[in-house]
């Protein structure tokens, strides 16, 4: 039998991006051949928890399309990238048949689902070596460390001692990086992935969607030019972010961050150059704080790992939760008291979207006023929202169900801050 070629592999996770990706910068400083490779793992499309799949067609639509500009921008670098559908296990043990598997570069994870993906990996290959970049995050873990012991439950806590002597990392410059040992001969075929492989059939986005970009980093990139060097509408931002119609309330970039086509870091360092160029308000700092709330949930996690989804949540506080298969399809079809709360139901049910200020008002009527276990609504929102980060959505529910980083208890009244954000019912007209 010939000798396996050594090869070292590049797995993409939630980094679907070649700007300021730091396992595509450190494989491509190797001396060994490498590698790429994604992999849709049948698990996340067929499993249901609470009766809701993990990924719905909106997000499975976004992870085809932001992988497909991925396969463009890594053919244009001579990278061989291998796509697959199946069990990770089964893939890596297939590639481990053709290659010797010295390294394994990837994002660092530290979610059960993931965690569980990596021992697969290492029990079929024990002798790997991995690599693995904090990539996904603003604010580098020993940067915080200095700053903190521990992660405080409050994120204005963190905040305040983080943005003392506010350190932000380099991009890693990848976009001139070129592949120049590609002699790999791939004996295994990409798959052919499709929605139908998914388990969805083809569809029209709806034309009211306040979200109707398209997945990758290509989109991610024309997304955050027009919305901030085109419109300057980063200049109004924090007047605007409490918006419910259309695609310019807000930056909208939480769908690309999610799935790593765009860098936490590379906003920051673009947000610095709009400021530069135009000048800084609280508009442009609060788009660096909204990146903040979104790193204080990732480090939350990576704190108290698997707590976050506990019915207790990092509080460990038993909450009175009610079950009712009733008042939870009321609530998922849009069948509440409230036509606030009903509108925004529609909204996410339709497109896979909805404002921050719904996202906060469903689940607090959710948990506080139906009694509802938080975790049901979690759940959903896994399946439906395009932007779903495991970090974010968990940290948020957790936090209005009362068991999360704020220990007091908060409700919103839907009929308070729909007069507040709707006051004219355009919202609710164009979704009831």
Not at 136 to 144: T, Y
Not at 263 to 275: G, L, M, N, P, T
Not at 312 to 322: A, T, W
């Amino acid at each position: 039998m010939p000798e396996k070629q050594k090869i070292n592999l590049l797995w993409f996770g939630n980094d679907l991006r070649i700007r300021d990706n730091e396992s595509l910068f450190n494989v491509m400083q190797e001396d060994l051949p490498f590698l790429a490779v994604y992999i849709f793992d049948e698990t996340f499309f067929s499993s249901t928890q609470f009766g809701f799949k993990k990924i719905g067609q909106f997000r499975a639509q976004f992870l085809l399309e932001t992988v497909s500009d991925l396969n463009n921008n890594l053919n244009q670098k001579n990278i061989p990238f291998l796509k697959k559908f199946g069990q990770t296990q089964d893939i890596f043990n297939q590639i481990s048949e053709y290659f010797e598997i010295e390294k394994i570069f990837c994002q660092s994870e530290w979610t059960q689902e993931e965690v569980a993906f990596e021992k697969q990996i290492t029990s079929i290959l024990p002798y790997v070596k991995w690599v693995k970049s904090y990539s996904q995050l603003l604010l580098q873990p020993n940067f915080v460390a200095e700053k903190l012991d521990e992660i405080p439950l409050l994120f204005t806590t963190f905040r305040q001692k983080i943005e003392k002597d506010f350190k932000i990392r380099n991009e890693f410059e990848c976009e001139q990086l070129v592949n120049r040992k590609p002699d790999l001969y791939l004996k295994i075929k990409s798959d052919d992935v499709t929605l139908k492989t998914l388990g969805f059939d083809d569809f029209e986005m709806h034309q009211s969607t306040a979200f109707p970009f398209l997945g990758g980093e290509t989109a991610a990139m024309q997304r955050l030019n027009a919305y901030f060097f085109e419109t300057k509408n980063l200049s109004r931002y924090k007047e605007t972010r409490n918006g419910l119609i259309g695609e310019d309330y807000s930056s909208k970039f939480s769908a690309w961050l999610a799935n790593g086509s765009l860098s936490a870091v590379s906003i920051f360092h673009e947000i610095k150059k709009y400021e530069a160029k135009f000048g800084n308000n609280e508009s442009t700092y609060w788009l660096v704080f909204e990146l903040l709330w979104r790193d204080f949930f990732k480090y939350t996690s990576m704190q108290f790992r698997d707590k976050i989804f506990l019915k207790v949540g990092i509080l460990e506080r038993d909450e009175e939760f009610k079950f009712a298969q009733n008042l939870i399809n009321q609530w998922v079809n849009g069948g509440t008291n409230s036509d606030f709360i009903n509108a925004n139901m529609e909204e996410i049910k339709h497109t896979g979207w909805m404002s921050n200020r719904g996202r906060q008002n469903v689940a607090s009527y959710f948990c506080k006023i139906l009694k509802q276990e938080w975790r049901i609504g979690a759940a959903y929102f896994e399946e439906m929202l395009i932007d779903y980060d495991v970090h974010s959505n968990y940290g948020n529910w957790m936090y209005l169900a009362g068991v999360g980083n704020d220990p007091r208890s908060r409700i919103f009244h839907a009929e308070k801050q729909a007069e507040q954000y709707d006051t004219n019912h355009k919202f609710r007209n164009l979704w009831l």
